[in-house]
């Protein structure tokens, strides 16, 4: 215990002999670097961080003070080393080469505009609008300006029967039904239409509460003969094995040169496409608005597909997010966001944009 003592007196001694012998300068350097770094320590909250100032002070400080002095600071000479490093790599740093130029704001805001006010439309829907305006953007630039304004519409995923649909796409015809429930009687209404595979445009036939055989018959004949009037190219007709399609419906395409397909049993993937504007018409207008009755149904739908048909882009194989009547030689000339109009649909449910004259 006693040797211990006088160790620490005689260290003790010999420290104090050394400090006599450094320079005043020395000693005001190590003053300064501790009062800062006691300064740094009492703001830490709850880790201290050090500012540019603090360390421009701490480095010009470490400079005045002797070597042994300089590995006891807050900060280690490695620290101050690659502070020193980080600096001569700033001020050589080469500029990086500018990449692709931003959009417009105006672009931007427009683009802002389309998802805001459509909340169902995902990105490339809202790409299709954008080229049917004159707009050529990736759908990852819209993802990216979506994103950034805290905005994620939904993705959309197509899952077609790829391979049949590319191979006779030209000549194909999709049949379906799908039903409506009024909201006052609960009436469950049935609805019949057809779709073009390669154009993707949309006949509707008709709406009844009782869908008969008979009553199908008469939609196929009424189509067909629309068919034969227009000149038809259609060869084959895609439908599944439901009761009310009998051997009278496939006659009335047969008699003019339409084939029926039947789909596999439980099998809606083979008739992708017609499944596909079912649940389309239901995600933006059936599901979104009261049904009264028959009547009802049948002016919506049919405003419905008049939207679909020439006012809305389609994400389809070949379709170029166009609409079904767009005229597939007419590129349009970018408009000017200014110069865009909104038009309403069904009362504001649906939104189409034309490029005002």
Known sequence: MLVRLVYRLGVAVLSWLVLLAR?????????????QEV??????????????????????????????????????????????????????????PSGRPPLAEELVELILRLARENRTWGVVRVQGELRRLGHRIGAGTIRRILRSHRIRPPSVRDDSWRTFLRAHAETILALDFFHVDCVVTLTRLYVAFVVEHRTRRVHLLGVTRYPTGAWAVQLARGFTADLEEAGHRFTRLIRDRDGKFTCAFDAAFASVGIETVLTAPQTPRMNAIAERFVRTVRAECTDRILIVGECHLRTVLERYVDHYNAGRSHQGQGMDLRAPDDASNVIPFPALPERVRRESVLGGLINEYRIAA
């Open 23 to 35: 320079s005043s300068a020395s000693k005001d350097a190590e003053i300064l670097a501790l009062r």
């Open 39 to 96: 300064a740094v320590l009492r703001r830490g909250n709850p880790k201290p961080r050090l500012g540019w100032d603090d360390r421009a002070l701490l480095a010009a400080l470490s400079r005045l003070l002797p070597k042994k002095l300089r590995a006891h600071r807050i900060v280690t000479p490695a620290t101050l080393l690659d502070w020193h490093r980080r600096l001569i790599k700033r001020k050589w740093a080469q500029p990086r």
